[in-house]
Structure formats: structure tokens, C-alpha cells
């Protein structure tokens, strides 16, 4: 069969959507497929990122398989390294191999690959490519209006009285630490954060929190992270129904101090939620968090892998606004956690 690999435009949209829901067997309306959201995914213009986000591997000129890419800059010593994470990647079953061709290619193309947690076919299948289990991602959690987030299930849930006495408790202890010195303001696009230029993290600048506040389905608030009138870093924050999801924090390189006070004042921004959900890969991050009042929930394997040598040594964290769509989506598993 006559194939061919290569970037899609926004007019494969209805193809695109048409293949994925079919391979997925998703729902109809399902919100990962709504246009304005895979628009935004893969077409909306990024100032951070002008290369294409969608992939597709034709045969007989039909879509037999697909990737869309999350693209993250990693700055180090040794320089900067352009990595991706994968998400909506599907293959026709009925076109064997093609899934594995798009990987090759890609791998072709990016310093470094990396994916976080999966299905478990995916973390089968990952190694068999050189994939490497890097690092361990967790995924706290605090209830904030407990009441009101046991509400969202079923009253007749012989749970209930149990859970509701739980997440008060949680929701009251421990309290986080105080941070009277540190404040949160909405950000300044216009002016770039110490902790965007030169770290061990994940690379982010205003053009990627602009195009954060523009998706579709979710609503993302981006504070700045002040004290004594300066700054000291930045975080996103994207609200999900009842659920509010740290995207991420970016402090100051090497301020540990601001890092927890992030940790805290983020929780106050989102107040208006009954959950908080927060992400990261190193231990530093998750005592922190461990210290402010989340819960850690869940654990899942990072895999990475990497073209060529100029990557820093790891952990480097990843966080939410560093993997696919799940910092947006309601459902699929994101739904309340504590």
C-alpha cells in the first residue's frame, strides 16, 4: 500500500475527528473531539511553538495512523533540547504497524520523547521503542469545599457520610503554612519571570500562558508570584467544573521558598472549587506539597527517551502544563480525587 507521513491542516478536521473517534470508540460529543478543542490542540498559531502539531501516517490515502504532539522546551547548561509528549496517538487496527511507523519518524525529528503514565498497553509497548522509565510522576490532591464536592455524587452512595467526614478532615489538616510575606497577582504577559529563563525545568514563556488562557472548554488563570514587590515566579491555574488543576509552578531557579509558598497560595486562588489538584516529578516538589496540605493520589511511571546526549541529568520536573490534555478535560479519569 502506497503511504505517506505527514503534518495535518484544519482541513483533515473532520477526517481527523471522524478516525480518532472510531479508534478511541468514544462517545459521541465526547469533549477531547470537540473542533474548537482539537483546533486549539493542534492548529491555533502558537508563539512559542510554530512547527506542526499533528501527525498523521496515510495509506491508500486514508488516515491509518495518528499523533498529536505537546511540545516542551527543556533550557540546561548544555543547552536548550525540544521534546514532545505524545497525546490522541491511535492506529488503525486494521493497518498493522502504522502506530509504530509515526513513532520512528518522530523520534527522528525531537531531542527527547517522553510520555506520562498511559494505558497499559502503552507502558507495555513504550520500552519495545527505548522508552525509559525516568522518573515516577505523583498527583496530589485537597478537598476545599467538601461538602459541596460529595454533592457531585450519588447521595445514596452508602459512602457518603464516610467520604464527607474524610475530606473535612482533609480539607482542615494539616493547614498549610503560612505565607503573609507572598502574594499572588494576575500575571503581567508582558513580563518574563526569572524562573522562564535558565532553569532545570521545563521551559514555559508568555506565549505559552497566552495560549493557555485561549483553550476552549476550560477556564486558566495565570497569577504571578510576588514578594516585597518582586517577582518571584508564575503558575497556572485551570478550573474544571468543581475541580481547579495547578497546570504548574514556575519559581525563581533555586527558590525552594517560593516554591512552597506556591504551594499555598494556590490553594486560596482556587478556593471557589471544592477539589485542588496539583502535579510533579521530584521528590522536592512533593514534600512541599506533602507540607501545604495535598494528598498524594496517584503515582504513574515517566518515560523518556532521547535522541541525543545534551540533556541535563535527571529529575527535571514535569508537570501538568508538560503532558497532554488531561490539565483541560473533565472526566476520562480527571474527576475528583480525594
Not at 485561549?214 to 495565570?222: E, L, W
Not at 540533556?311 to 527535571?316: A, I, N, Q, T, V
Request: proline fraction near 8%; aromatic fraction near 10%; charged fraction near 20%.
Amino acid at each position: 500500500m502506497a503511504s505517506a507521513f505527514r503534518a495535518t491542516t484544519p482541513d483533515d478536521e473532520r477526517e481527523l475527528i471522524s478516525f480518532l473517534s472510531r479508534v478511541f470508540a468514544a462517545a459521541p460529543g465526547a469533549t477531547f473531539l470537540r473542533p474548537d478543542f482539537m483546533r486549539w490542540k493542534y492548529w491555533t498559531p502558537r508563539g512559542d511553538y510554530a512547527e506542526p502539531r499533528s501527525y498523521v501516517l496515510e495509506r491508500d490515502g486514508r488516515i491509518a495512523a495518528h499523533a498529536g504532539l505537546w511540545p516542551a522546551t527543556l533550557q540546561s547548561p548544555a543547552g536548550s533540547a525540544q521534546g514532545v509528549h505524545m497525546m490522541d496517538w491511535a492506529s488503525d487496527p486494521h493497518s498493522p504497524g502504522s502506530g509504530v511507523a509515526v513513532v520512528q519518524r518522530l523520534l527522528k525529528m525531537f531531542d527527547f520523547m517522553y510520555a506520562i503514565g498511559g494505558t497499559e498497553m502503552t507502558r507495555k509497548v513504550l520500552p519495545a521503542f527505548g522508552f525509559a522509565e525516568v522518573t515516577e510522576a505523583w498527583f496530589g490532591a485537597r478537598p476545599l469545599r467538601p461538602f459541596r464536592q460529595v454533592l457531585d455524587h450519588p447521595i445514596d452512595n452508602w459512602k457518603f457520610p464516610a467520604r464527607l467526614a474524610r475530606n473535612t478532615l482533609w480539607s482542615l489538616h494539616p493547614r498549610p503554612p503560612k505565607t503573609s510575606e507572598w502574594r499572588l497577582a494576575p500575571a503581567d504577559l508582558n513580563q518574563t519571570p526569572p524562573a522562564l529563563a535558565g532553569t532545570d525545568r521545563i521551559q514555559r514563556s508568555n506565549a505559552f500562558f497566552r495560549y493557555l488562557q485561549a483553550c476552549p472548554i476550560s477556564s486558566v488563570t495565570v497569577y504571578d508570584l510576588e514578594k516585597d514587590g518582586l517577582l518571584h515566579g508564575r503558575l497556572a491555574l485551570s478550573a474544571v467544573g468543581e475541580q481547579s488543576r495547578v497546570l504548574g509552578v514556575w519559581p525563581a531557579p533555586g527558590s525552594v521558598e517560593a516554591l512552597a509558598a506556591a504551594c499555598t497560595l494556590v490553594q486560596a486562588a482556587a478556593s471557589p472549587s471544592s477539589e485542588i489538584v496539583i502535579q510533579g516529578s521530584t521528590r522536592e516538589s512533593k514534600a512541599l506539597a506533602i507540607k501545604a496540605g495535598f494528598r498524594i493520589r496517584k503515582l504513574a511511571p515517566v518515560f523518556l527517551i532521547r535522541r541525543r546526549g545534551s540533556l541535563p541529568e535527571l529529575p527535571f520536573e514535569f508537570q501538568m502544563a508538560d503532558s497532554n490534555d488531561s490539565g483541560f478535560l473533565a472526566g476520562d479519569g480527571s474527576g475528583f480525587m480525594t
